[in-house]
């Protein structure tokens, strides 16, 4: 740090850099200053009025501008006569502080037992129990008996739903603003507000549905007392009685770091995931997951899971033992000789990624990541964000680019971080923005915060990004807001991409990526920290399948497999997703749930969930990092990587099956080179990290859990590794004509695994087709109106949602809702379903 | 959508592009339409200035005179704080609510009036007083309500009285709607003498006037502009703040200047602009003062047309300074500086934490020079009657003259304007003494936030040492005088009620202390307290003042525990359990 400052703390010195905040500095030498409205993520506010310090300053003669020194050669100490708010100052050069006076005791407890005088005390059936900042507080800092008397205590409603997914208790509430802070600062939603004033004030929310945001769960961790509930957690179990196991969130590419707490359950003895919270990682998701993370857990334990494996007998599919069923399909795969495909789900694990590979590749068979959608894995190989990058780093010397993709749907983290780079309405000592330049057809939220926003026509993009490159080069091109990007490229020292792949098929979005690259190459914004590609995946470890060696199937399923003879997918339903697979084949599929297409298969194998077992994912920032077993296995599942080890035995490609998933890993990790070098052990490693949020004082960062099971490791790219990637010509399309349909991402989508999590339902994307008004009216359609949308030989039905932000000529259809399925910008036609019906 | 006739929509269109600032004026655009701010109409706002909506409706809850749900656009406000409810405020209100077939808080069946019970209306030199829609009324009495409701009582007009009259120099002498009138009476003659002088030599003389701020915190003047003159920034980016607010129950001495001398108050303003070098002028009046507002606006329009504001002023290159009114809606707290940035910048009246201060971070967190409306036309009065005659009367460490609202059982209430030297008992005789022969019970000095003094007091010079010393608050000069026929208990009731009214809820002591004091002296005054009451009232008084934010929380308990220590005896009679 460039400008450090010293201070004094009853008497200890703590030096921290020129900015910090009093108690935070207090934190670093382990003074636990109490506070309640003040979190170190976010802005102070000074409202509870907990954190009261003495504050001294020394002493300056005003002659000689000198300080004043006591008999002992020390700084005479001015001390004030009020009392401040330790979260309100910041750290002066000379400064001393009491945090531990009698002054400071009597007004701190004075001020607790004001808290408690308007608190239910109705811990033993609070959620917070056991893990209460303020019952933690009083205990340690508060008034031996109250002096106020019970029957004063204020009755308030309990049970408020702000939305259906979180709950206040009025009572319990001290309007210390957290949530409305988080709301707006950081989440971008600001949709809580108070109401009324004086003690009347209360929290409430102001969106439709209530509470609309992707973090509110995020609020439940932060309200300092219990004020705040999840409807999934609400009365589920006391924090005390449940076991805690890290995990890494594999909804998106993020690999946010979370928590799993279980219990199990009286009744049926069957575990149970009470709650998933965030595990502090201050270079992937600091101190927050979003609530696909928290609350789309519901599938792994779900009572439809498959749980033996079953053979098809007499067109049947009936329950099988392993030895059968493993058997079984080591005797067609050999049958099949090297006609083999394999189609490997992007959520596997990485471990389960390179043995399906190594399986299908030792039989001479082929192999596809699936769905394969979008590319640039390789890109990000090179010249991906580099290793030691921090998004938290990103302040004015840096621009953030986010092309094709709606980042906070696609990766709602990643947005909440770019959102403080750009914004910084939370703490932060480096108040200096980053520019954002959104590149997209439509309007997305990133766009509110953007400093430069283009609207390409769907099928331009590569096109955009190069004009942005020539601009970044110092030429002017046509467009003014892309010349002045341009010029911010320029003259910045950070350059991060976030790529993404709306509307384009895999030969567009590899030469997007190759743009992009390019772009990152040519301005020289590749291996160097906080630099570099990061693609925003659809899925959660699609950037793991590529560095296990998985290519994209780019394609149809039908293309790819052809006429193999044996085909296994294994956490991919591709009939689901509207392919198709030859009928005489042998298919064996590995999944959690039924599927469309295990309906179709020989064999069906039950494997364990992310839940049950250990693994890694790869997040879209190339972080390797772990995750652990919180729940028993589900009956008979296996995890996919030992299934595949022991037909790998029974086809005799290896001679008996790794004993664990890190042998496995390890294995994997001397094959792929950039992953050389990496362990269990390693990933396992923490630091220190601030905030500081262990301890017993959960008031100050909340509840969300320390790191104490790994912070990963970011792997190199080449680029990094000194390699000079060099940048390739590519060649762009022109805009699509005619009217012209595109999917686009949902976070809250309806596939195979959120809609087990029956909480989210009424908030799950419903299909709807966005048209711009004049598209509706040339077509005759209106408003609310049911249509027939058809795109690629699929037909769905879809209501009209005429919207100013759909470009012309274009209908914007939610993906993974249950209709239509299909890559890139396609001719579409829409119709009444009246005409259709009449036709 | 339904609910927007086209005036509306074309109104926030005309505005939205200053974004938030405007939310108070389109609030109080929505309430003279429709009377209330409907869902809807807050939705609207919430787009055209690019507020989240939860922040409209946040802002709109705050403030008392803004309504949710369907208002009447004639809501009638009665005060029910101490002035009026020891002239008989209740009486009326049980009256009107004969009269209108509907209780406090209700709106008659045909949806044509809204009654409501308020704190001080500062109207309490005509107590008890009330406000129909904008047309004010005093003295009323359950006799005259009808008269009241036919809209055929006459508006009250107050007189000053006092000597020398330099502050309110020509308050009801000139025609507060004419500029011509004012510059008949010798208006801008001290911003030309000013502009003569440098702003350097200006200061020196505001430093020895020994003027001190007048809305209650006493900070000296001179210094507080020329920290704001040497504040890093442009005189674009410089503000001076008029604070109109006055919501201190007992004090109206600024509305008399408002309303009878309009001129004066943007004269001073403009003076203040040139010795601090600001270009931003705002004045920040409550909404309870229509007349006081309507003359501003009139005044500031002429003005401004008449190029006393504006660009160049008095032909003077680079002079530039215009103002801005602010409406109040209904909010005690926005009278707290800082408080009163954020309504303007269109949040909640949340009092910001200070350090940073108002000097440097201000409105707009730019530099800022806020003050009082007396405290400034006292300024313009200095230039007006010279440095030598102002310190020639009052005493060295409190020179010139101060305004004293007067209110309460005396013969004549009223503003008087005194040489700081007077004594209470001088104060109280010019007033006419106790009305009606009654005896003196206690006087309560510095409004809701003051403290009580007893009558053997009543030889305490009105001086800020004195006054220190006894420690009396001086605050804004309210001198509230009750007599022997008073529940002082029923007056320190609506004191408690008044802060827990008021607290605006940003900081725990005070949200919960003004709360639990109010059940304390509600007990008191009418059920029976509990033994242990008056102890606690001590550790509430004692939490309040060491740890709330604001001012507000720091004084909340000062008049009450003054009470306590005079006449312990009021909370000690017919205590239980
Ligand atoms: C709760 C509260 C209410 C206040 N109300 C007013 C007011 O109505 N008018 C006023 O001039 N000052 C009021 N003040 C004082 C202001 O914060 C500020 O000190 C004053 O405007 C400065 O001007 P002056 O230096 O001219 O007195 C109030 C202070 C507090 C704490
Ligand atoms: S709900 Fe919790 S976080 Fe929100 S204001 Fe209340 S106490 Fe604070
Ligand atoms: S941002 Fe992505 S990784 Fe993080 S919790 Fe949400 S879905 Fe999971
Ligand atoms: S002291 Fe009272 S009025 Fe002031 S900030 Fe706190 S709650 Fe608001
Ligand atoms: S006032 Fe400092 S933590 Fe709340």
Redesign the pocket.
């Given at each position: 740090m460039a400008n450090e400052i010293t201070i004094k703390i009853d008497g200890n010195a703590v030096t921290v850099p020129a900015g910090t905040i009093v108690v935070d500095a207090a934190k670093r030498i382990g003074n636990d200053v109490p506070v309640f409205c003040y979190h170190p993520k976010m802005e102070p506010v000074g409202m509870c009025r907990v954190c009261l310090v003495e504050m001294g300053m020394p002493r300056v003669d005003r002659e000689t501008r000198q300080p004043v020194l006591k008999a002992d050669g020390t700084p005479e100490i001015d001390w004030m006569p009020k009392l401040v708010t330790g979260c309100t100052e910041r750290v002066r050069p000379g400064m001393e502080i009491r945090t531990n006076s009698e002054k400071v005791k009597t007004a701190r407890q004075e001020i607790l037992e004001f808290l408690l005088t308007s608190h239910p005390l109705d811990c033993p059936i609070c959620d917070k129990g056991g893990e209460c900042p303020l019952q933690n507080l009083t205990i340690q800092h508060g008034p031996g008996n109250s002096r106020f008397l019970v029957n004063e205590k204020f009755h308030l409603d309990k049970h408020v739903p702000l939305g259906d997914l979180i709950y206040l208790d009025r009572e319990r509430c001290i309007q210390c603003a957290r949530c409305i802070r988080f709301q707006e600062d950081l989440a971008d939603d600001p949709v809580l507000g108070f109401d009324e004033r004086g003690r009347a004030t209360q929290i409430v929310t102001f969106s439709e549905p209530g509470f609309d945001s992707?973090f509110s769960g995020n609020t439940t961790d932060i309200c300092p007392v219990g004020a705040l509930t999840t409807a999934d957690f609400r009365f589920g179990a006391r924090a005390w009685e449940m076991q805690n196991s890290a995990s890494?969130?594999?909804?998106?590419?993020?690999?946010?770091n979370?928590h799993l707490n279980t219990r199990r359950d009286g009744l049926s003895g069957n575990f149970a995931i009470k709650r998933?919270m965030?595990r502090q990682n201050e270079q992937?998701?600091e101190l927050?997951?979003?609530?696909?993370?928290?609350f789309?857990h519901h599938f792994a334990t779900s009572p439809d899971r498959l749980s033996v494996p079953q053979i098809r007998k007499k067109g049947q599919l009936v329950q099988a033992t392993w030895d059968e069923a493993l058997s079984l399909i080591a005797e067609k795969m050999q049958a099949a000789g090297s006609s083999i495909a394999g189609i490997a789900g992007e959520r596997l694990a990485n471990e389960d990624l390179f043995t399906f590979r190594k399986l299908i590749e030792g039989q001479g068979g082929k192999i596809a990541a699936f769905p394969g959608e979008m590319a640039g894995g390789d890109w990000v190989q090179q010249v991906g964000i580099a290793a030691g990058s921090n998004l938290s780093e990103l302040g004015g010397d840096s621009v953030i680019v986010v092309v094709a993709n709606d980042l906070e749907e696609s990766?709602?983290?990643?947005w909440?971080r770019v959102h403080q780079a750009v914004e910084k309405k939370g703490a932060t000592l480096d108040k200096s923005k980053a520019s954002l330049i959104v590149l997209n057809a439509r309007p997305t939220k990133a766009e509110g915060s953007a400093n430069y926003a283009i609207h390409y026509a769907y099928g331009e993009e590569t096109a955009t990004v190069q004009a942005l490159l020539r601009a970044a080069q110092g030429n002017s091109v046509e467009n003014e807001t892309l010349t002045a990007a341009g010029k911010a490229i320029a003259n910045a020292k950070n350059l991060v991409v976030f790529l993404g792949n709306e509307g384009l098929d895999y030969a567009d979005s590899a030469a997007l990526a190759q743009a992009c690259a390019n772009l990152l190459i040519e301005t020289g914004h590749v291996g160097k920290p906080n630099n570099g590609l990061i693609a925003v995946w659809n899925k959660?470890n699609t950037q793991g399948a590529w560095d296990m060696g998985l290519r994209p199937l780019a394609g149809t399923t039908a293309n790819f497999v052809g006429k193999s003879k044996f085909i296994w997918t294994a956490a991919a339903d591709p009939i689901g997703d509207k392919q198709t697979l030859p009928e005489d084949t042998f298919l064996v599929v590995s999944e959690l749930f039924e599927t469309a297409t295990s309906r179709r298969a020989d064999v069906v194998l039950p494997v364990q969930s992310f839940a049950e077992r250990e693994g890694t994912y790869t997040?879209g920032e190339r972080r390797v990092q772990r995750f652990y077993p919180a729940v028993p296995a589900r009956g008979e599942s296996r995890p996919d990587w030992l299934i595949f080890s022991h037909v790998q035995v029974r086809v005799g490609q290896i001679d008996k099956a790794p004993v664990s998933t890190s042998v496995v890993f390890s294995q994997m990790s001397k094959e792929i080179s950039l992953y050389n070098g990496l362990n269990y052990r390693a990933l396992a490693q923490t630091q220190e990290q601030f905030p500081q949020i262990m301890g017993e004082d959960k008031y100050y960062g909340g509840t969300a859990f320390e790191n104490s099971a790994g912070l990963g490791v970011q792997v190199r790219t080449s680029a990094d590794l000194g390699q000079k990637p060099a940048s390739r010509s590519v060649s762009s399309r022109s805009a699509i004509d005619g009217l012209t349909a595109v999917l686009t991402q949902k976070?809250y989508d309806r596939g195979t695994l959120l809609m087990r999590s029956y909480l989210l339902h009424p908030r799950l994307a419903l299909p709807v087709a966005h048209l711009h008004a004049e598209t509706a009216a040339m077509l005759g359609v209106a408003d609310g109106e049911d249509v027939q949308v058809q795109v690629a030989g699929q037909k769905g039905k879809y209501t009209v949602c005429v919207s100013e932000d759909t470009p012309q000529n274009v209908v914007l259809l939610p993906n993974s809702v249950g209709a239509l399925n299909f890559v890139g910008a396609q001719p579409a036609e829409v119709v009444k379903i009246a005409e259709t019906v009449g036709a | 959508m339904s609910q927007t006739p086209e005036p509306f929509a074309t109104y926030l269109d005309e505005i939205s592009h200053r974004g938030r600032t405007m939310l108070l004026p389109a609030l109080h655009k929505a309430t003279e339409l429709y009377g209330w701010v409907s869902q809807d109409v807050q939705e609207q706002i919430s787009r055209a200035l690019r507020v989240p909506a939860a922040e409209v409706h946040g802002v709109v809850e705050f403030y008392s005179m803004f309504y949710q749900q369907p208002t009447a656009k004639r809501v009638i406000r009665v005060c029910e704080d101490p002035a009026c409810s020891a002239g008989g405020a209740s009486a009326v209100l049980h009256e009107l609510e004969a009269q209108l077939s509907i209780q406090v808080g209700e709106t008659t069946a045909d949806g044509s009036v809204t009654l409501e019970a308020v704190t001080c209306l500062g109207m309490c030199e005509h107590a008890p007083c009330a406000l129909d829609a904008n047309k004010p009324a005093g003295m009323l009495d359950p006799q005259s309500v009808s008269a009241f409701l036919a809209g055929e009582l006459p508006e009250p007009v107050g007189m000053p009285y006092g000597n020398p009259l330099w502050i309110l120099q020509r308050v009801g002498k000139v025609d507060p709607t004419s500029l011509a009138d004012y510059l008949a009476m010798g208006g801008y003659q001290g911003l030309q003498k000013a502009i003569a002088q440098t702003p350097e030599a200006l200061l020196e003389q505001l430093d020895a006037s020994g003027v001190l701020g007048r809305g209650g915190a006493q900070f000296p003047t001179g210094r507080k502009w020329r920290m704001v003159r040497q504040a890093a920034g442009t005189p674009q980016n410089k503000h001076v703040v008029v604070n109109a607010d006055e919501s201190e129950p007992g004090t109206f001495k600024d509305r008399y200047l408002l309303e009878e001398d309009p001129f004066a108050l943007i004269e001073a303003t403009t003076l203040a602009s040139y010795v601090i070098g600001a270009q931003q002028g705002w004045i920040f009046v409550r909404g309870e003062y229509p007349r006081a507002v309507a003359r501003l606006q009139n005044a500031i329009d002429q003005a401004r047309a008449a190029g006393w504001l504006g660009k160049n002023i008095l032909g003077q290159k680079g002079f530039d300074f215009d103002i801005e009114l602010r409406v109040g809606a209904g909010a005690y707290i926005c009278g707290e500086e800082t408080a009163l940035f954020e309504a303007i910048e269109g949040k909640r009246g949340f009092p910001r934490i200070k350090p940073p201060f108002p000097v440097t971070h201000g409105l707009f967190h730019q530099p800022t020079a806020i003050n009082n409306v007396e405290t400034l036309v006292a300024a313009l009065a200095v230039i007006n009657v010279g440095l030598d005659a102002w310190k020639a009367v009052g005493t060295e460490k409190s020179p010139g003259t101060k305004l004293f609202c007067v209110s309460g059982h005396v013969a004549k209430p009223g503003v008087y304007e005194l040489p700081f030297a007077s004594t209470l008992a001088d104060l109280l005789a010019l007033a006419g003494g106790v009305a009606n022969g009654r005896q003196l019970q206690a006087v309560l000095m510095g409004g809701a936030a003051g403290a009580f003094v007893a009558p053997h007091q009543l030889d305490l010079r009105l001086t800020y040492e004195d006054t220190r010393a006894a420690n009396v608050p001086l605050g804004s000069g309210v001198v509230m005088v009750f007599d022997d026929s008073v529940d002082l208990r029923q007056v320190l009731y609506e004191l408690a009620r008044f802060f827990k009214h008021e607290s605006c809820g940003k900081c725990f002591p005070c949200q919960l202390g003004s709360q639990r004091q109010y059940e304390i002296l509600d007990r008191l005054a009418h059920h029976t307290p509990y033994t242990q009451d008056l102890q606690t009232l001590g550790n509430i008084g004692y939490t309040m003042t060491k740890t709330s934010l604001c001012g507000l929380g720091q004084t909340a308990t000062s008049a009450i525990s003054s009470a306590v220590r005079l006449w312990p005896h009021l909370l000690n009679e017919n205590a239980t359990h």
């Open positions: 992707y890494i969130c594999n909804a998106c590419p993020v690999g946010c979370t998933v965030p992937v998701n927050w997951i979003c609530d696909k993370g928290r789309g990766a709602p983290i990643w909440m959660g997040s976070l | -």
